[in-house]
């Protein structure tokens, strides 16, 4: 009891000025998702996603590669369980992020940590962890530092969920983004995000799999079975030369 | 303005979305991975980007084909908002011209 409270008071000083730090922290990588934000909400609007579902899909999910994967699937009435079992494959990244995270969140009870972990996206993730570990370096208890973490996250939200909801306000105004190119965002966007979890050919040889069976089965196969039929022989390929390897 | 089943999928993905955002953190957090189960969580996001995306890369005209092999040029130097811009200017411009 007394060393909660011990804590308590010793991080009660600095809560303004880290959500303050983690604010400004975050401010350059604004400039990366605004425009990614406007285009996803440019193209939900375009699939028939009103003003109110599109922030209700953002403000809710708050992932938005899932986000680009489910509009990019998106039909009229929707494939629930595709768009379901999509997301959860492309954000299963997070069960990975989340162990490597855990280590640092010791010092908070689960009712703190677990709403906390909503906020948590490749971005306020790859901050709040390189921040702990500055901090570790510095001697700093406790290394993680959650109203800095907080405070990215808050600016990250804010600014997804208001972008995404202004594309989709813009984008009948805007007519067809194909038009002008801005379809090629999507590829760019999951190129780039592909190109961050690079650890050699080695490691992306499931990818390459993936890519030919989505490929020829989009050719081949009507419908979106591509996607299922892609992920699903690229997780079998990882499995398979795992084991060559191990 | 607001469909019940749109509605729906949103509430469903986002579960499926936070389930992934704590599973990691409640199960895994004093367990160790078998390299193949960490091989397999590696490769798994990108095999469904890719395969998302898998369309682009058998379009059927040639402004889409050199769009998409600049985008991926670009990708691997470049940071999100250059990549994206580069994307974009050239799909539109080989669009126009080439058609």
């Given at each position: ?6 804590e308590a008071s010793m991080q009660q000083a600095p809560i303004q000025s880290e959500l303050w730090r983690g604010i400004k922290g975050c ?74 995270i855990a280590p640092f969140l010791r010092h908070l009870?689960?009712?703190k940590a677990?709403?906390a972990l909503?906020a948590m996206?490749?971005e306020s993730w790859a901050l709040g962890l390189s921040d702990a570990k500055a901090r570790t370096e510095q001697g700093m208890q406790p290394a993680f530092s959650l109203p800095y973490y907080l405070g990215t996250a808050l600016v ?91 | ?99």
């Amino acid at each position: 009891m007394s060393a909660m409270e011990g804590e308590a008071s010793m991080q009660q000083a600095p809560i303004q000025s880290e959500l303050w730090r983690g604010i400004k922290g975050c401010i350059p990588v604004l400039l990366g998702i605004v425009p990614y934000a406007l285009v996803l909400g440019a193209q939900a609007a375009q699939k028939g996603l009103s003003v109110i579902e599109v922030p209700l899909m953002t403000g809710l999910n708050f992932a938005g590669g899932s986000e680009f994967a489910a509009i990019q699937l998106w039909t009229s009435p929707p494939h629930i369980m595709l768009i379901v079992a999509i997301t959860f494959l492309v954000n299963s990244r997070h069960l990975l992020m989340g162990a490597a995270i855990a280590p640092f969140l010791r010092h908070l009870p689960k009712r703190k940590a677990l709403p906390a972990l909503f906020a948590m996206t490749d971005e306020s993730w790859a901050l709040g962890l390189s921040d702990a570990k500055a901090r570790t370096e510095q001697g700093m208890q406790p290394a993680f530092s959650l109203p800095y973490y907080l405070g990215t996250a808050l600016v990250f939200y804010v600014a997804w969920v208001g972008f995404t909801t202004l594309g989709a306000a813009l984008g009948p105004v805007l007519g067809d983004v194909e038009a002008y190119g801005f379809d090629m965002a999507f590829p760019a966007v999951f190129l780039v995000l592909m190109a961050g979890m690079w650890k050699g050919f080695a490691a992306a040889r499931p990818w390459l799999v993936s890519l030919v069976v989505a490929a020829l089965t989009y050719l081949f196969v009507p419908g979106a079975w591509y996607v299922a039929a892609g992920a699903v022989s690229g997780l079998i390929a990882a499995y398979v030369l795992a084991g060559d390897d191990a | 303005m607001i469909d019940p089943l749109t509605v729906l999928t949103i509430v469903l993905m986002a579960s499926a979305t936070y389930c992934t955002r704590i599973i990691g953190y409640l199960v895994l957090r004093n367990r160790t991975l078998s390299p193949r189960a960490t091989a397999l969580m590696e490769a798994a996001p990108g095999c469904v980007l890719i395969s998302v995306i898998a369309p682009h890369f058998v379009a059927n005209n040639p402004a889409d084909l050199v769009a998409i092999a600049i985008t991926l040029l670009a990708a691997t130097r470049l940071s999100m908002l250059p990549t994206v811009m580069v994307a974009v200017a050239a799909t539109g411009l080989l669009r126009h011209f080439i058609g």
